[in-house]
């Protein structure tokens, strides 16, 4: 029964009257797991904070607290997606990740051991030693190329020149040739004008990628996903990346499929009881025609189990953090993971 977990292996059914249709299918995931560090002090980053001695006391009791409330969630999200069935996401980008160390910790953890999860991963710039990656079943995804997508600020709203990169990877999703952006803009640290430019400069070097490969093969398939820090009708998204929440078949646009989430009020993480949805994955439309004899889009969602909500208090209803102020409180993570299920007719 393991090969279950596996996003070709498992037939979704779905019924439409007197008549069911049998596809396959795949879950592609974002989550930003706030804070991930491993315990072991940096000579290149500040991360004094999460080490033993630091403030906080994070000892190896609070990381594999950490590691096996993460690899819980992941695991969790295909049932979400499909019921009580058992499916592990065939890519799952992560934000806020320290290092190789905790990838390798984390795909080996028994609840994801059976994806026979690999990883890309680059260290960054970032001052704070935190990146994205992306996970992936290597037998479903075959990694063609990857590389960094180096941002570096102009100065207009940060006082750091660097930030987190954007992590490019061109792979084959079952024999298809897909780019997967992996993306941790700058924070609305300081204000949300103030830091604005940031992201908007961040847009600018992904739009500027994405328009390239285009121009190469304007049929290719485009999957974003990220933390953006902004909503989906912030200028970064709606404007630079030009991200729609209208469905066109036309090439070289994209289709936000979290839009019309965003307007219901939901959101990916809570701040001053109003919701923002950060958490994004984006889609160009090569992905909308049904009628493709590859995978398409199907539905998004936001993954929001009980168990990752404050049940009680102030914070009620939010995401529960790993850390009250600096008290560790064994928490998941401040942002809620996203996902989006892709089906491929048989």
Request: aromatic content about 16%; charged content about 20%; some cysteine.
């Amino acid at each position: 029964m393991k090969n279950i977990l596996f996003f070709l292996v498992l037939i979704a059914s779905i019924s439409y009257g007197q008549k069911t249709n049998i596809y396959k299918s795949a879950i592609i995931a974002f989550y930003n797991v706030e804070n991930f560090y491993d315990t072991i002090p940096s000579n290149k980053y500040k991360d004094e904070e999460f080490t033993p001695s630091g403030a906080r006391n994070y000892n190896t009791t609070f990381y594999y607290s950490k590691l096996n409330n993460i690899a819980y969630t992941i695991a969790r999200i295909g049932q979400e997606a499909f019921g009580k069935q058992m499916m592990l996401p065939a890519l799952i980008g992560l934000a806020e990740i320290e290092n190789e160390l905790v990838l390798n910790d984390l795909i080996n953890h028994s609840y994801l051991r059976s994806g026979n999860y690999s990883f890309i991963h680059f260290d960054s710039k970032d001052v704070r030693g935190i990146d994205v990656a992306l996970l992936y079943q290597p037998n479903y995804f075959k990694i063609l190329q990857s590389k960094p997508l180096s941002i570096v600020l102009s100065g207009k709203s940060k006082e750091s020149k660097y930030t987190r990169d954007i992590l490019w990877v061109e792979g084959l999703l079952d024999g298809e040739i897909v780019d997967v952006y992996v993306n941790h803009w700058p924070s609305r640290y300081g204000g949300t004008q103030h830091s604005e430019p940031a992201r908007l400069e961040a847009a600018q070097i992904l739009k500027n990628h994405i328009d390239n490969i285009k121009r190469i093969d304007y049929k290719r398939k485009i999957l974003v996903m990220g933390d953006f820090n902004d909503n989906p009708n912030n200028a970064s998204i709606y404007n630079i990346l030009g991200a729609k929440e209208i469905r066109t078949e036309r090439y070289n646009s994209l289709y936000n499929p979290f839009f019309p989430l965003f307007k219901n009020g939901n959101g990916t993480l809570a701040f001053q009881d109003a919701w923002s949805l950060f958490d994004q994955i984006i889609l160009s439309t090569e992905w909308i025609d049904k009628q493709q004899s590859n995978f398409y889009f199907y539905k998004c969602g936001i993954y929001n189990a009980s168990y990752l909500l404050e049940p009680t208090g102030k914070y009620k209803g939010y995401p529960m953090r790993t850390w009250e102020g600096m008290q560790f409180k064994n928490g998941y993570s401040d942002h809620l993971p996203t996902y989006i299920i892709l089906l491929k007719n048989l």
